[in-house]
């Protein structure tokens, strides 16, 4: 028997926009607003509402926690 079928984020977003009632549109404008001088100012990311805003230019491109360590470029092997 086949496992749980995979949940994208998309319909993940999209259910809790039209089940739950969750204002897409107002979450997008509330995250715009909070890195509105990062982006001004060419910043690679934001500390805010304890969570990190990573931009590219001037569109946020994901939101990851706080304590995150991104990991060494070659993934941590030695040569």
């Not at 979450?27 to 990311?45: F, P, Q, S």
Request: charged residues 25%; glycine residues 10%; positive net charge.
């Amino acid at each position: 028997m086949p496992g749980k079928p995979t949940v994208t984020d998309h319909a993940v977003l999209r259910y809790l926009e039209r089940a739950h009632g969750l204002d897409v549109d107002a979450v997008r404008a509330h995250i715009a607003g909070r890195a509105m001088t990062a982006a001004e100012l060419g910043a690679l990311a934001v500390k805010i509402e304890g969570v990190r805003f990573v931009l590219a230019g001037r569109t946020v491109v994901t939101v990851i926690r706080r304590q995150w360590v991104p990991r060494p470029p070659n993934g941590g092997k030695t040569s």
